[in-house]
């Protein structure tokens, strides 16, 4: 599969709404192994949480937790590479995570819905990486993702089929 890429101007305009939630239950321990855990994504309908467990000091995973079981297992078995920042698609059709490949070089890897690689979109050379991937619905023709240079300058690229 290739890919190119264009860049998006970054004075876009975002708003958000803050919602006060109230909740009336306590909240309740999910996992108890006590390693840090970050970026807790919903899949599935709700049925899934997908997050990044810090299992050493140099190898970052992803998990899936059922949660009618809490089944508790690692999204990639075969990964032999730090994953983080994981993110679906809104249809599910695809997924993304970030990949580190060496000292602040981060790639994106793309997979289908059955976890199949469909690709990896390497960074530029030297200290760059992408960052926050966010994936467009199939029917969509780009994912839009934010990217880091060497300069700390951001910038959102559309990467297109």
């Known amino acids: 599969m290739s890919f190119t890429m264009q860049m998006i101007p ?3 305009c975002l708003c958000f709404s803050l919602v006060s939630v109230s909740l009336s239950a306590e909240p309740r ?7 840090q855990k970050s970026s807790p994504v919903f899949r599935e309908s709700g049925k899934e949480l997908v997050f990044v467990e810090f299992s050493d000091a140099k190898l ?7 949660l009618a079981d809490r089944k508790n297992e690692l999204l990639h078995p075969d990964a032999t590479f730090a994953e983080f920042e994981p993110t679906w698609s809104a249809d599910g059709e695809r997924s993304a995570c970030l990949k ?4 602040l070089s981060i790639s ?4 289908d819905s059955k976890g199949t690689l469909l690709g990896e979109i390497m960074p ?5 990486g992408f960052r926050s991937p966010a994936l467009a619905p ?6 839009v993702f934010l990217r880091r240079t060497r300069h700390s300058a951001d910038f959102l690229l559309a990467i297109k089929r």
């Not at 970052?60 to 059922?66: A, G, M, N, T």
């Open 10 to 12: 970054m004075n876009l």
């Open 29 to 35: 321990r999910l996992t108890q192994d006590g390693r």
């Open 60 to 66: 970052f995973q992803l998990r899936r937790l059922v």
């Open 100 to 103: 580190l490949r060496g000292v």
């Open 108 to 111: 994106i890897i793309l997979r």
């Open 124 to 128: 530029g050379a030297g200290f760059n």
């Open 138 to 143: 199939r029917s969509f023709p780009s994912g």
